[in-house]
């Protein structure tokens, strides 16, 4: 998403707050200080490599078999596609979720500190079938793994 | 507030299973109003953190496509019965909200 269109975005949405009686100014300045934070060119990437390099650091992962990513062969809801992962190896600091057909590829990135399991599960949404991948960061090396999931009913757009 | 979060923590042989559940639209702002065919605003949870007695146990960024309503679930090591867990969100608007419960 361009800039432009993500102001107007956000414009909205805080004219939308101050209408249900919020301080005009509390809404406008803190998303800004969220978006900081935020892993913002990630998220917006439009493709799987470009998702993984600004998410990750690097483009190139070395496909594992030690991750394991649990999720339906048919999801019938693609809204709603339950997918656990869950990483056989030491020291990973974090695991990276992405959807390889959506608009914009990445769903998550979930940052492991020491003592957290390799093991997340969660819901994303499929727009159509394609690939589930996930990106393991562990000892400062890329794993990847994917799994494809075919989705009788798109999760984005109405 | 604290109505948004749904959490449950349970220990077994040192390992705990954080399982929850936040009420959320998680618009991603690509999809259309059916009647006005405006585009309805992004309004999805960017950072959810977990912490476990005061230190961080997992700290997620969160795009538009997770699901509405999302749910999360990992498990750590070193958590006793007992032991608080308090998760936090905060969403592409500035909303957050947190809530504490200790470990089954």
């Given at each position: 998403?361009?800039?432009?269109?993500?102001?107007?975005?956000?414009?909205?949405?805080?004219?939308?707050?101050?209408?249900?009686?919020?301080?005009?100014?509390?809404?406008?300045?803190?998303?800004?200080?969220?978006?900081?934070?935020?892993?913002?060119?990630?998220?917006?990437?439009?493709?799987?490599?470009?998702?993984?390099?600004?998410?990750?650091?690097?483009?190139?992962?070395?496909?594992?078999?030690?991750?394991?990513?649990?999720?339906?062969?048919?999801?019938?809801?693609?809204?709603?596609?339950?997918?656990?992962?869950?990483?056989?190896?030491?020291?990973?600091?974090?695991?990276?979720?992405?959807?390889?057909?959506?608009?914009?590829?990445?769903?998550?990135?979930?940052?492991?500190?020491?003592?957290?399991?390799?093991?997340?599960?969660?819901?994303?949404?499929?727009?159509?079938?394609?690939?589930?991948?996930?990106?393991?960061?562990?000892?400062?090396?890329?794993?990847?793994?994917?799994?494809?999931?075919?989705?009788?009913?798109?999760?984005?757009?109405? | 507030m604290a109505k948004t979060i749904k959490i449950?923590?349970?220990?077994?042989?040192?390992?705990?299973?954080?399982?929850s559940?936040i009420?959320?639209?998680?618009?991603?702002?690509?999809?259309?109003?059916?009647?006005?065919?405006?585009?309805?605003?992004?309004?999805?949870?960017?950072?959810?953190?977990v912490?476990?007695?005061?230190?961080?146990?997992?700290?997620?960024?969160?795009?538009?496509?997770?699901?509405?309503?999302?749910?999360?679930?990992?498990?750590?090591?070193?958590?006793?019965?007992?032991?608080t867990i308090e998760l936090s969100w905060?969403?592409?608007?500035?909303?957050?909200d947190s809530v504490t419960a200790?470990?089954?």
């Amino acid at each position: 998403m361009k800039l432009n269109q993500k102001r107007r975005v956000f414009l909205k949405g805080s004219v939308a707050a101050s209408t249900v009686g919020l301080a005009v100014g509390a809404g406008l300045l803190t998303p800004a200080t969220v978006l900081a934070a935020w892993n913002e060119s990630a998220f917006h990437a439009k493709s799987v490599d470009e998702a993984i390099k600004a998410a990750a650091g690097a483009p190139v992962t070395e496909p594992s078999d030690k991750i394991t990513i649990k999720a339906p062969d048919i999801a019938e809801n693609g809204a709603v596609v339950p997918v656990s992962v869950v990483a056989d190896m030491d020291g990973v600091d974090s695991i990276t979720l992405l959807v390889e057909k959506n608009a914009t590829p990445l769903s998550a990135i979930f940052h492991l500190p020491k003592g957290t399991l390799p093991d997340v599960s969660t819901r994303v949404k499929m727009g159509k079938t394609g690939d589930v991948i996930a990106v393991v960061k562990a000892g400062g090396k890329l794993y990847s793994a994917r799994k494809g999931v075919k989705v009788t009913i798109g999760g984005c757009g109405g | 507030m604290a109505k948004t979060i749904k959490i449950r923590a349970k220990v077994k042989d040192g390992i705990t299973t954080v399982k929850s559940l936040i009420t959320h639209p998680m618009e991603t702002g690509l999809r259309k109003n059916k009647k006005t065919g405006e585009l309805i605003p992004a309004h999805f949870i960017q950072e959810v953190i977990v912490k476990h007695n005061g230190k961080e146990v997992i700290n997620c960024e969160w795009g538009g496509s997770i699901s509405k309503n999302p749910y999360l679930a990992f498990k750590f090591k070193g958590g006793k019965k007992d032991d608080t867990i308090e998760l936090s969100w905060k969403d592409n608007k500035g909303q957050s909200d947190s809530v504490t419960a200790k470990i089954r």
